[in-house]
């Protein structure tokens, strides 16, 4: 073929106007937000198991000050993390059965990418509530006031990364007929190091201790999750949508 | 060098005629050497000073927890491999591996947790090493979960082998998690005696059962793949051939 001036435009002419990977997931998170918003039950039910679970605890024993503060890091962490598996539900399913997950695999974007931007979505609808209700529920199990803002940094780091591990879960469970409690059942080993050091940082948050050490496992854990769980999450969703 | 012996063994009805040769060549060896471990590990080894006649189970505990770690690693590079390189008999082992592997991780379990009685007082101490163990079989059961969960065998193979991998890198965290989570809760005395090196006595009955029962995973996880070759490929022709279907049709 000869090197005349109409050649000279991408072979694919849709390639020249398709987005970027970064605005593509721009658009993404304001659509899936715009969409959250218009049914805010959804996300909020997530939030208000989280409150339910964790004032039943000291339902269930003697709430003597002392003990609640022993048992505050585990409430907490254990209703985090299953209230982050019930809204693992959200994550994927409602645009797997209307076909648009599908077109994002199709699109030619980097999938890992477009999902990530959907993680953070849900985290921002799902683990961002969490820690700000935290506050509340930490009060509730007699966390000294002092304690908030070392309790806030754990769950907000420990969100991330349940978020993350997560959605890998969600992804390989997508359309099953029984994948809510197979989800759980693939999610919460996975979760046991968050679990581990999320509990640590914030006993020492309520004790008034440093927390640096847990904060940083914690951190790195986050950091790891980010960096890998997006190309697991890719792999699962496409074997899943095949 | 040719590489055909290799494509070969990628072929399931290959697969299916070499597994069946090479059984017998572990069994027999994991049978004589698991008898000759007993027999000295029970009979010849002297009672242990500190834990008397009960540290025997070790002999059968410590070569299943090493093969529930190893099984676990095995199982996800099959699965690596067949999800790269597409190779079915790959996720035939995978698959095979995943209840040989939660099995081990059982008899670990029960048998640390009779161990733990004499030594700790109780059968259940939250120890690293068997809460590593147990969130090991969780993940296995998730695994063999996940698989029995999806119909369709191509999907629940590819699907279980992220899952695998996924898994496989996230063991070490999960154990070095455990092991600082319990180091810095609480500081079991019983834990921080030293072991006293062993004696000869002691080390080469465990050496021959930690062998022994390698050979004897890899004859099982054979006899297990071949099932599972067969049960993939029973509408090919191969199969009628090799179980003599011929005569009965």
């Known amino acids: 073929m000869a090197l005349s001036p109409n050649n000279v435009r991408p072979a694919d002419p849709l390639d020249s106007q398709a987005p970027g990977v970064l605005r593509a997931a721009g658009l993404l998170v304001q659509r899936d937000l715009r969409l959250a918003l218009r049914r805010p039950g959804e996300w909020l039910q997530p939030l208000l198991f989280f409150l339910v679970v964790t004032t039943l605890f000291p339902l269930g024993t003697n709430p003597e000050l002392s003990r609640l503060r022993d048992m505050a890091p585990p409430a907490l962490w254990v209703a985090a993390l299953l209230s982050s598996l019930l809204a693992l539900e959200l994550l994927f399913r409602e645009d797997a059965q209307d076909g648009s997950l599908e077109q994002l695999a199709v699109s030619g974007l980097p999938l890992p990418g477009l999902l990530a931007a959907k993680t953070a979505v849900h985290w921002l609808l799902t683990g961002l509530p969490l820690v700000v209700v935290a506050p509340l529920a930490s009060t509730m199990l007699g966390a000294p006031v002092a304690a908030i803002p070392g309790v806030l940094a754990s769950l907000l780091l420990g969100s991330i990364a349940l978020s993350l591990i997560g959605a890998v879960g969600a992804g390989l469970t997508l359309g099953l007929r029984r994948g809510g409690v197979l989800l759980a059942l693939l999610v919460l080993p996975l979760a046991v190091p968050v679990l581990i050091f999320g509990a640590q940082a914030t006993t020492h948050a309520i004790a008034l201790e440093p927390m640096t050490g847990s904060m940083y496992l914690l951190g790195a854990l986050a950091v790891l999750a980010a960096s890998l769980a997006p190309l697991a999450v890719a792999a699962a969703v496409r074997i899943s949508l095949e | ?249």
């Not at chain 2, 992220?162 to 890198?169: D, K």
């Not at chain 2, 989570?181 to 079991?188: E, G, V």
Request: aromatic letters at 12%.
């Open chain 2, 1 to 249: 060098m040719s590489w055909v012996w290799f494509h070969k063994l990628g072929s399931p009805p290959h697969f299916y005629r070499i597994a069946g040769k090479l059984v017998p060549w572990f069994a027999w060896p994991a049978l004589l050497l698991c008898l000759a471990g007993l027999v000295m590990g029970l009979g010849m080894a002297p009672a242990d000073y500190q834990q008397g006649e009960g540290y025997r189970i070790i002999f059968v505990h410590a070569p299943a927890a090493w093969l529930s770690l190893m099984i676990y690693s095995m199982m996800a590079t099959y699965a690596a491999i067949g999800l790269i390189w597409r190779i079915n008999v790959c996720h035939a082992l995978a698959a095979s591996c995943a209840g040989v592997g939660a099995s081990f991780t059982l008899v670990a379990l029960v048998t640390g947790s009779l161990w733990g009685r004499p030594m700790w007082g109780t059968y259940w101490e939250w120890d690293p090493r068997l809460t590593s163990e147990l969130v090991l079989l969780f993940l296995y059961l998730g695994y063999m979960g996940l698989r029995g969960a999806i119909d369709d065998t191509s999907r629940a193979d590819r699907a279980s082998a992220v899952l695998a991998i996924v898994g496989v890198v996230n063991v070490p965290i999960i154990h070095y998690s455990v092991l600082w989570w319990n180091s810095l809760h609480q500081a079991p005395s019983i834990m921080q005696m030293k072991k006293p090196t062993m004696p000869p006595s002691m080390y080469v009955p465990l050496l021959l059962m930690l062998l022994g029962f390698t050979l004897y995973f890899v004859a099982i996880l054979l006899v297990r793949a071949r099932g599972e070759v067969l049960r993939r490929e029973r509408t090919a022709r191969w199969v009628g051939e090799s179980l003599g279907a011929g005569e009965a049709a």
